[in-house]
């Protein structure tokens, strides 16, 4: 599919190269030169010099064969403008960034229609909203939900003091209704068989039922018996001002350290019960004083890589169970979690992510989700009466690369397959594979 993306910014670079990997035609716009000379030799894309709301140069570009444009630079009003030409010029689907929640809150639908725009996506939102469900399960670094709920994909990190380290994963009785469907060993992602074995520092990726994968949780992952919901944010920007609040909702009690006077202020006055100090969180003493030590979790949402690592560290040394960290190069993801961090994360992953759903929503997927900055990726597909896995037993299908069928859904009810499952027409398969089989893996099956 020909793909317009507005935006040669982090997340823009991001999403042109996971638009790439999936053998689109991506041509990207933006007004700075120099943006666009700093992809010349990274990206191997149409780089296009200009305003992407200007109707003579979208058409210079040729909108006739457009399947999807996407605005992603840092003006809200630019990406709303520029769906809107967009559309007028008959591109039929059309995605914005927009950052305040406001503008988007105060929108009915007749008005978004009016404006041209098929998705709004918030991409702070989106990463709190991500944080926030990663925090409600205490053991787990990232969680993903299928089938309405009744399906969950959970990644753990191992400990040295899990009793099946090293063990053949035959010889482990797991609940029933979970599979064990990926281990992510030193920056490499493993599709196991019965001979692989865990070892110390992998994450493990477990698909199931929720109560079985739960289950999974409580007897090897849930090494904090006193979860008490008592988080520590670091930072008040979008994204802290956000989780905060959500993380309030949720029932969590929430202190927030910021450093800046009018953005505590602001927040301070969002909030109902949760506590906003004005104060460096890299200042022991104010840790001290206001027992961060206690909390559960710390969650560093700055701006500064190096800081959010530092403060995570010093919070890890206070006791501090769980610490969650933003980056903003993604390449330092390894390296933090290799030094001890519990969950690493990258707005701009979790925005291309969340586009990239949308888009391939087009081609037929229900679903799809991303992991470990795009390691390894998790589909929901229907199947529908002309594929060629319809009638077959799993154990007589050939999945092409290296994948896993982890569940089926069949008339809303979730199935954890064996060998003999049979796929049956308007089943809903949901298969744990490497994002460079996708796209093999959507031609074979449908």
């Known amino acids: 599919m020909k793909i317009i993306v507005v935006g040669a910014g982090k997340v823009g670079y991001s999403l042109a190269q996971r638009l790439v990997q999936d053998e689109h035609d991506v041509f990207i716009v933006d007004k700075f030169a120099e943006r666009i000379d700093n992809l010349k030799s990274s990206l191997d894309v149409n780089l296009v010099h200009g305003n992407g709301s200007d109707l003579k140069l979208l058409q210079e570009i040729g909108v006739e064969d457009v399947g999807m444009f996407i605005s992603v630079t840092d003006s809200d009003e630019v ?5 809107s030409v967009a559309k007028i010029l008959g591109i039929p689907k059309t995605i914005a960034r927009v950052r305040d ?8 639908e007749h008005l978004r229609d009016r404006l041209g725009v098929d998705l709004f996506i918030n991409p702070e939102m989106v990463t709190a909203q991500e944080l926030l469900q990663i925090l ?10 299928f089938g309405q709920g009744t399906v969950r994909l959970m990644e753990f990190k191992v400990h040295d003091e899990i009793s099946i380290l090293h063990q053949p994963l035959k010889e482990i009785r797991f609940p029933e209704g979970v599979l064990l469907v990926g281990i992510l060993r030193a ?4 599709i196991p068989h019965g001979d692989s074995y865990l070892e110390f520092n992998d994450n493990v990726f477990f698909l199931g039922l929720k109560e079985s994968v739960e289950e999974v949780e409580r007897t090897w992952f849930h090494n904090n018996d006193t979860y008490n919901k008592r988080a520590t944010v670091v930072g008040a920007g979008l994204i802290g001002r956000n989780l905060s609040i959500l993380l309030e909702q949720a029932g969590f009690s929430v202190k927030v350290i910021e450093k800046d006077y009018e953005r505590c202020e602001l927040l301070a006055s969002q909030l109902d019960k949760a506590l906003v100090i004005n104060g460096d969180a890299t200042n022991l003493e104010l840790l001290e004083a206001e027992e961060v030590g206690d909390s559960d979790v710390i969650i560093c949402l700055t701006d500064d890589d190096k800081l959010n690592l530092l403060v995570a560290l010093v919070g890890k040394h ?6 969650v960290v933003r980056v903003g190069r993604p390449e330092y993801i390894m390296l933090m979690e290799q030094v001890g961090i519990d969950v690493v994360f990258s707005p701009r992953l979790l925005t291309s992510g969340e586009i990239l759903r949308f888009v391939r929503r087009g081609e037929g997927l229900v679903s799809i ?3 470990e900055g795009g390691k390894a ?8 009466g002309s594929s060629p896995i319809v009638g077959k037993q799993l154990k007589d299908i050939r999945l092409p690369g290296k994948a896993l069928v982890g569940v089926i859904l069949r008339n809303g009810e979730p199935i954890v397959p064996t060998g003999i499952t049979e796929v049956l027409e308007s089943d809903h398969i949901i298969i744990f594979t490497l994002p460079d089989n996708v796209n093999k893996l959507l031609k074979y099956l449908q």
């Open 377 to 384: 990726e998790s589909i929901e597909l229907e199947i529908t």
């Open 136 to 145: 409600e399960t205490p053991g787990a670094i990232d969680v993903e939900e």
């Open 187 to 190: 920056g490499e992602m493993i």
């Open 318 to 323: 206070m006791g501090i169970p769980k610490t």
């Open 369 to 371: 989700s991303t992991f």
């Open 79 to 83: 990406n709303i403008l520029s769906c």
């Open 101 to 108: 929640n406001t503008m988007v809150e105060n929108m009915d």
